[in-house]
Structures are given as C-alpha cells and as structure tokens.
C-alpha cells in the first residue's frame, strides 16, 4: 500500500488549506484512515481519523478548525484546515491501518507534506 500526501504550502495565519492522500495498491475502503503532524523538536501528534464508514475522531488542538474526509471511490482522505495558526507549521503526514481507534503505531505511512503558517 502506498499513501502520496499532498497540497502543503505556506499560508498566512487566519487562511485555509486543503490536504489530500492518495492511496494505491491495496483495498482503500478496508482502511481506516489518520492525519498526523510532526513539528521540529517535538513528537509526531495524530490530530484526526476516519473508518471506512465515516466515523471521525480529533484532537482537541484541532477539533473545530480541521475536518477530515474520505473519497472511497477516489481512494483519497483529504484533511480541510482552517483558520490555521502558526503553531500549526509542521510535516503533515497521512497513515492508514485496519485498527480502530487510531494510534502512532499505523500499518502504512506516506511522506509528509510541509505546512507553514506565517504570522
């Protein structure tokens, strides 16, 4: 299974970003589906997951300002950021496993994806 996140950038503070990962190569919809971020110095930090039939979780630094979603037809989860925060730069990863609830310990892991916020 591989994931290819993408759609990182560097935005201003107060503005929105969409992430989306792709999945190839294995049976997307069996999947439950994680968006992580890992800040220089700092551990990774699972912010939001989705099952297969929609169930979502956050953490509480981002519940409220990210939603996450999947495409199981499109075999893609995009993770939509708003009103982003500079505490928000990081690499912002996509992960996937057959467990639910999620942890750090996940089956598969795409590359990150760089997100800076500027004040």
């Known amino acids: 299974v591989q994931l290819q996140a993408s759609g990182g950038g560097l935005v201003q503070a107060g503005d929105s970003l969409r992430l989306s990962c792709a999945v190839s190569g294995g049976t997307f919809s069996i999947y439950a589906m994680g968006w992580f971020r890992q800040a220089p110095g700092k551990e990774r930090e699972l912010l939001t997951g989705?099952?297969?039939?929609?169930?979502?979780h956050y953490a509480d630094s981002v519940q409220g300002r990210f939603t996450i979603s999947r495409d199981n037809a499109k075999n893609t989860v995009y993770l939509q950021m708003n009103s982003l925060k500079p505490e928000d730069t990081a690499v912002y990863y996509c992960?996937?496993?057959?467990?639910?609830?999620?942890?750090?310990?996940?089956?598969?892991w795409g590359k990150g994806t760089q997100v800076t916020v500027s004040s």
């Open positions: 992960a996937a496993d057959k467990s639910w609830p999620l942890t750090r310990e996940m089956e598969y």
């Open positions: 989705i099952t297969w039939r929609g169930n979502t």
